[in-house]
């Protein structure tokens, strides 16, 4: 059971372009969620989604942000217009059920935003 | 003042050493404590769940909660070098609704010297 795929592994952009991050859950997790990771700086929560839906967008910047997850194919997170301030480690995670407690959320191995 | 504090270290202690590592919170609600082990250039994987308040151990490892002080702690036995990572505290509410709610340390690098 291959577990949480996330990519590119490492995406450069220059400011003004568009930043496609790509995660496929694990088998059977209908539970997606994505954080922010920045230098020395804990994970921070941005948007939980289930199959077609948004469920919890609280942690996402109003602007240039977004994500989906689609019936068929990956969730994607999507930020345009890219600023320096966007570089950071984004990672994906899954889960078989809601997490609401200690729940195991499975992470992918991230993605490296760096904008030049 | 930050919900969660971490010493981001980096701690550096020879191998088969007991490892400490710790995080202080200013929520009283929280109930449920975490640690997470993030490998460089990898994601970060649930290493311990503690409920509320005591002790739980898994091999090496061990987790403490101190509710009345907000302080939790991760001590390693034995230590070795594939202890080597950054190790994350995390904690959430028992109203907790959403994984939003889940507030990480920022996390403490921990070097096991052979």
């Known amino acids: 059971n291959a577990g949480v795929m996330q990519n590119p592994r490492h995406l450069v952009r220059r400011r003004g372009q568009e930043a496609r991050l790509r995660c496929s859950p694990m088998?059977?997790?209908?539970?997606v969620y994505w954080y922010r990771q920045l230098p020395e700086e804990g994970l921070k929560f941005m948007v939980y989604?289930?199959?077609?839906?948004?469920?919890?967008e609280s942690g996402m910047p109003k602007e240039r942000f977004s994500a989906e997850f689609p019936k068929e194919g990956p969730s994607i997170l999507r930020i345009q217009q890219v600023v320096r301030g966007d570089s950071a480690a984004y990672f994906c995670?899954?889960?078989?059920?809601?997490?609401?407690?200690?729940?195991?959320?499975?992470f992918g191995p991230g993605t490296r935003l760096t904008v030049l | 003042q930050k919900e969660v504090e971490q010493d981001p270290g980096p701690l550096s202690v020879p191998e088969g050493a007991i490892v400490s590592l710790n995080c202080t919170y200013s929520n009283s609600a929280f109930q449920y404590f975490m640690w997470y082990r993030q490998y460089s250039r990898k994601g970060p994987e649930l290493l311990m769940y503690?409920?509320?308040?005591g002790n739980k151990e898994d091999g090496r490892f061990t987790a403490q909660v101190d509710k009345s002080s907000k302080y939790i702690s991760l001590f390693i036995r034995d230590s070795q070098p594939s202890d080597s990572a950054t190790y994350l505290c995390?904690?959430?509410?028992?109203?907790?609704?959403?994984?939003?709610?889940?507030?990480f340390g920022s996390g403490t690098r921990l070097s096991i010297r052979p």
């Open positions: 995670a899954s889960s078989p059920v809601r997490v609401t407690g200690g729940e195991e959320q499975f």
């Open positions: 989604l289930q199959k077609e839906n948004i469920i919890d």
């Open positions: 088998k059977g997790h209908s539970h």
């Open positions: 995390a904690m959430a509410g028992l109203e907790m609704s959403s994984a939003s709610k889940i507030i």
């Open positions: 503690t409920y509320s308040s």
